[in-house]
């Protein structure tokens, strides 16, 4: 059963930088595309971010030169390198993991992945 456990984030003012950790367990990690997601009160998941098991990433335009996703495959770990936060960067961030049998190779809608972690709040003042 492949389990993810989130780590990091916190509150920061307009223009400082956090780092989202994800620690992934249950399965060979390398086999796994991975992915943020955030989602603000109100509003519907969105996703930030995207890896693919070759380390190929895409972005959402709004944290695209901002946000950088990374995977340490030795370590099973995923990361989310936050600069240049805004204040529209608060939210619930969650990251997310899907078999690359299932064929997913870009940023999509959540229901393509099948296993996510368990959330953690970034919060930004201006």
């Known amino acids: 059963q492949v389990q993810l456990v989130q780590s990091g984030g916190g509150s920061v003012q307009s223009g400082g930088s956090l780092r989202l950790s994800c620690q992934h367990s249950g399965h060979t990690f390398s086999t796994y595309c991975l992915a943020w997601f955030r989602q603000a009160p109100g509003k519907e998941r969105e996703g930030v971010a995207f890896?693919?098991?070759?380390?190929?990433?895409n972005y959402a335009g709004t944290v695209k030169g901002r946000f950088t996703i990374s995977r340490d495959n030795a370590k099973s770990m995923l990361y989310l390198q936050m600069n240049k936060l805004k204040p529209e960067d608060t939210a619930m961030y969650y990251c997310?993991?899907?078999?690359?049998?299932?064929?997913?190779?870009?940023?999509?809608?959540?229901?393509?992945?099948?296993?996510w972690g368990q959330g953690t709040q970034v919060t930004v003042s201006s």
């Open positions: 890896i693919d098991t070759d380390g190929t990433t």
């Open positions: 997310a993991a899907v078999h690359s049998i299932f064929g997913v190779r870009a940023l999509g809608p959540p229901d393509e992945f099948k296993h």
